[in-house]
């Protein structure tokens, strides 16, 4: 139960740093950079023991399961296909 809990504390709280660095609409468009941005960086930071694993997986599982309900929250805007001078 703890690594479940700490792997939702480590994706929020790296959520949360992206979206007050950037904010939602570029994290919602840029999504699948961060997914594995993170997917590729958590396993470095807890590298050696199992548990340190287990937690990476399931963070960027739950990271991922999050920027996909944030993208059905705030939508990416669309683009215009037609220039309004």
């Given amino acids: ?3 479940i809990l ?19 609409r570029f994290v919602v468009q840029t999504q699948l950079l961060w ?8 396993p470095l930071l807890f590298l050696g023991t199992f548990s340190g694993m287990s937690t990476a997986f399931l963070s960027g599982v739950i990271f991922s399961v999050m920027t996909a309900f944030l993208g059905f ?13």
């Fill in 1 to 3: 139960m703890d690594i």
């Fill in 6 to 24: 700490l792997s939702f504390i480590a994706a929020a709280g790296y959520l949360i740093i992206l979206c007050k660095i950037f904010s939602i």
């Fill in 35 to 42: 997914d594995a941005a993170f997917t590729l960086g958590m």
């Fill in 73 to 85: 929250l705030a939508p990416a805007k669309p683009a215009n296909d037609i220039v309004q001078l």
